[in-house]
């Protein structure tokens, strides 16, 4: 396992040589430390990112493709390291950093086969010949979070350098060796030196120097809206081209024609990936009367046979949060609920697991959940379902629709005008109809309103790092 970064193509260490720890959340066990890099280091990389960009935007296209195939072959070879190192280092059980790398690979391959379909444009103008053509912005940054160590990496490295970009990627303090075991097959893949750059640390002087670079064209976040804001605000100065993908608050929405058993099977996958820690995992179900009592008893059921425990354990499902403070604010919020009036059905506290450390929560269902409860007006990011009830379709778009969120929305229902009227209406970027898994790597993925803009996926993913060139001549 590498412990150092990399800037044009060389491994190295921060100039003052500091180093910041890696910890297992589950264990508490030290499993490696990484270079703090400072304000000079992350200049450096700008640099490499800079004198590298002619080069790699004049690849032919089949070139970089190829390379995005190469990277993904390399992942697919790694990927039992890959997702051991995941796991320890994010806690999440083995299967889900499994998925996690296959989802990751899709990336690459979607972006290899999109950025081949990219054509120049011609609009039809009397007297004149148009061409509408695309180019690279040129050296693109990206900052990740720890929840998705390696696919939230592949969502903006894979379009970055299909269409020609060069990058610096910083990813959170939490999960770093996933992102430098990433970067160590990326090299193997064949991307040359200054294409591909990594700098850990703490984020506030790696920010400021990539903030303040103008060569710097592009920055594209994950993580919370209070940095999204931060970020937004200092990269105005260089006007520097973003996309944000901020956090979430899902409802789903569980009407009337659902059937009970398939309903809680989609609600179990879509809340409990990675804990509850996932932007898109529904924070408020959404139930009608007529089925509420057995969907809360079934939700309950199956949540409380969810296994907690460390993530390399064969049957576990339910990893522990990443940190003291989420856990903290999970029991925060289930207070908070309960001292306002809500139902507790399942959970509601810590769960100890042998051997692990104190940081594993239950899964918990809260019913008869009210708009004043912070879990229905903030993210709890952890395995806690609130719930209310609806009467009819009008209050039930009423409460999904009362966030100042839009990232993601479910439904499960099967008549056809109600979920044509549910695409029009609900407040989202991603509304998943009896899907549970809505984010794959071939359609758009991104939120509205305080989730951010921007999107992520397919071949729209790659016009994020695209600026558009029109070409008119006189007479044509
Ligand atoms: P965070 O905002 O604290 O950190 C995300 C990244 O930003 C990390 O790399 C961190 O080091 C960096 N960062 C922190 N302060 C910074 C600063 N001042 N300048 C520059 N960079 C800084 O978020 P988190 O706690 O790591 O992640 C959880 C949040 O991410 C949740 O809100 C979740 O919903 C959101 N998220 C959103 C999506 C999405 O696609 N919309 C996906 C995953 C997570």
């Keep these: 396992m590498r412990e150092a970064n990399l800037i044009d193509g060389a491994w190295v260490a921060a100039d003052?040589?500091?180093?910041?720890?890696?910890?297992?959340?589950?264990?508490?066990?030290?499993?490696?430390?990484?270079?703090?890099?400072?304000g000079a280091e992350t200049r450096r990389a700008v640099d490499a990112a800079a004198g590298a960009f002619p080069a790699w935007a004049a690849r032919p296209v089949e070139a970089r493709a190829a390379t995005l195939h190469a990277i993904s072959a390399r992942m697919a070879a790694n990927r039992s390291s890959l997702a051991a190192l995941m796991t320890a280092e994010q806690g999440k059980p083995l299967a889900e950093a499994e998925a996690e790398v296959d989802y990751a690979r899709s990336f690459f391959e979607v972006a290899a086969s999109a950025v081949e379909m990219l054509e120049d444009e011609h609009p039809e103008v009397p007297g004149k010949a148009i061409r509408v053509h695309r180019r690279p912005v040129g050296v693109a940054v990206a900052i990740t979070p720890w929840n998705f160590p390696i696919a939230m990496l592949a969502k903006k490295v894979a379009p970055a350098l299909a269409v020609g970009c060069t990058q610096i990627v910083k990813p959170a303090e939490q999960t770093p060796l996933s992102a430098i075991a990433f970067a160590e097959l990326a090299v193997e893949a064949g991307v040359p030196a200054g294409v591909l750059n990594l700098v850990t640390g703490e984020p506030a002087p790696i920010a400021e120097v990539l903030l303040e670079d103008a060569r710097v064209r592009k920055l594209s976040f994950t993580g919370s809206t209070e940095v999204g804001r931060l970020l937004m605000r200092e990269g105005a100065t260089n006007l520097l081209r973003l996309s944000l993908e901020l956090g979430g608050h899902a409802p789903m929405l569980v009407f009337e024609d659902a059937d009970v058993e398939s309903a809680v099977r989609i609600a179990m996958a879509a809340k409990y990936r990675n804990g509850g820690q996932t932007c898109i995992c529904p924070n408020r179900f959404i139930v009608?009367?007529?089925?509420?009592?057995?969907?809360?008893?079934?939700?309950?059921?199956?949540?409380?046979a969810l296994v907690s425990g460390i993530g390399t354990q064969p049957g576990v499902t339910l990893g522990p949060m990443i940190d003291d403070a989420a856990i903290e604010k999970?029991?925060?919020?289930?207070?908070?609920?309960?001292?306002?009036?809500?139902?507790?059905?399942?959970?509601?506290?810590?769960?100890?697991?042998?051997?692990?450390?104190?940081?594993?929560?239950?899964?918990?269902?809260?019913?008869?959940?009210?708009?004043?409860?912070?879990?229905?007006?903030?993210?709890?990011?952890?395995?806690?379902?609130?719930?209310?009830?609806?009467?009819?379709?009008?209050?039930?778009?009423?409460?999904?629709?009362?966030?100042?969120?839009?990232?993601?929305?479910?439904?499960?229902?099967?008549?056809?005008?109600?979920?044509?009227?549910?695409?029009?209406?609900?407040?989202?970027?991603?509304?998943?109809?009896?899907?549970?898994?809505?984010?794959?790597?071939?359609?758009?993925?991104?939120?509205?309103?305080?989730?951010?803009?921007?999107?992520?996926?397919?071949?729209?993913?790659?016009?994020?790092?695209?600026?558009?060139?029109?070409?008119?001549?006189?007479?044509?």
């Design 16 to 38: 003052s040589g500091r180093t910041l720890e890696v910890l297992d959340p589950a264990t508490d066990a030290l499993i490696g430390s990484v270079p703090a890099m400072g």
């Design 288 to 304: 009608h009367e007529s089925i509420h009592d057995s969907f809360v008893a079934a939700l309950a059921a199956s949540s409380a």
């Design 330 to 476: 999970v029991e925060e919020h289930v207070a908070d609920a309960i001292r306002l009036g809500a139902t507790l059905v399942t959970g509601g506290g810590r769960r100890r697991v042998a051997g692990a450390a104190d940081r594993f929560h239950e899964p918990t269902v809260l019913a008869g959940c009210t708009g004043e409860m912070r879990c229905w007006r903030e993210e709890t990011f952890g395995p806690v379902c609130p719930v209310r009830m609806f009467r009819d379709d009008e209050e039930a778009i009423e409460l999904a629709n009362d966030s100042e969120y839009g990232l993601a929305a479910y439904a499960i229902t099967s008549e056809p005008a109600r979920i044509e009227r549910l695409g029009a209406v609900l407040r989202a970027g991603v509304i998943g109809i009896n899907d549970p898994g809505p984010a794959v790597a071939a359609v758009p993925f991104g939120g509205i309103r305080h989730s951010g803009f921007g999107r992520e996926g397919g071949r729209w993913g790659l016009e994020e790092y695209l600026e558009i060139v029109t070409v008119s001549q006189a007479g044509g």
